[in-house]
């Protein structure tokens, strides 16, 4: 290797100092090691993989979520969590658990599966849950149109236009998620492949308004206001569990100065799926 930059053999024999030049060679190693400028997962979660102690759930779960973990050479944690998610869309935001007295908390759960893209994020989440809450929600879309086809078929003055229910969602606008949320009390679950689609949706990187701020209270839970030049929404109860998928190249995304200083990387719960070492 060349002691300096742009320095080779004849700059240093036109300049009589050749000897020198070789005497100052730097050694090659021979195995290289490459410093990657993106987030390293290690780095968050050091040399011991974080793990989970059984007994937390039944054996009979445990043993079908470390079957499915497996069928997917993942790690038995990736699948634990996955699952809570999918519980907590489930159970909606009419339901609470009492922690303590004057202490409640709600199935509410902002996840993002650390992992390499097409590493079984998304079969994963089926088989944790996820294929369950599509088949209800493609069943109250058959009926939904079912309905909507007798609405449109009464004569004026018509009832009141029926409304589609659903528990989950893909990206939205914070205008189109309160909508959505006052026909659907219960709750709006975003569920995405890429979680970083769901902030954008929601306008949290767009730097207009206060939309950060709105962001920062969907996971409290409570009361939520979003007034707009067409709409005055109020919701007395908000519930908005989120789910999706990040490599870990891109976490730098969301573990930033600015979301650790307003609290929205507390927020989320870090699901790192690891693939087995011995590929089944």
């Not at 793990?51 to 050479?73: K, M, V």
């Not at 650390?114 to 849950?129: D, V």
């Not at 949706?201 to 409570?222: A, C, F, P, S, T």
Request: hydrophobic share 40%; net charge negative; proline share 4%.
């Amino acid at each position: 290797m060349l002691p300096e930059a742009k320095k080779d053999a004849n700059d240093a024999l036109r300049d009589g100092k050749l000897d020198q030049w070789l005497k100052e060679l730097v050694e090659v190693p021979n195995d290289l090691v490459f410093q990657d400028p993106n987030f390293d997962v290690e780095a968050v979660v050091g040399d011991i993989l974080p793990t989970l102690q059984r007994g937390i759930l039944s054996i009979d779960l445990e043993q079908y979520l470390e079957l499915a973990a497996e069928s997917l050479d993942l790690n038995y944690e990736s699948a634990f969590c996955e699952l809570l998610c999918n519980v907590g869309f489930a159970i909606g935001g009419h339901k609470t658990l009492v922690i303590k007295n004057n202490w409640q908390e709600k199935a509410l759960l902002w996840l993002a599966s650390i992992g390499a893209s097409g590493i079984g994020k998304t079969p994963l989440n089926r088989m944790r849950g996820g294929q369950q809450l599509e088949k209800q929600q493609r069943h109250w879309q058959e009926h939904y149109k079912l309905e909507l086809d007798q609405w449109e078929d009464q004569e004026k003055p018509k009832s009141k236009k029926p409304i589609r229910k659903r528990w989950i969602a893909t990206a939205l606008t914070m205008e189109r998620l309160c909508a959505l949320h006052e026909d659907n009390p219960a709750g709006i679950g975003l569920l995405s492949d890429e979680i970083l689609s769901v902030l954008d949706g929601l306008n949290q990187y767009k730097g207009k308004g206060n939309d950060r701020q709105k962001l920062l209270m969907l996971w409290n839970g409570h009361s939520f206001d979003n007034p707009t030049a067409e709409n005055d929404r109020y919701i007395p109860s908000i519930f908005v569990p989120v789910s999706g998928g990040i490599q870990d190249s891109l976490l730098r995304k969301i573990i930033s100065d600015e979301n650790k200083s307003d609290g929205l990387v507390a927020r989320f719960l870090f699901n790192h799926l690891f693939l087995s070492k011995e590929l089944s």
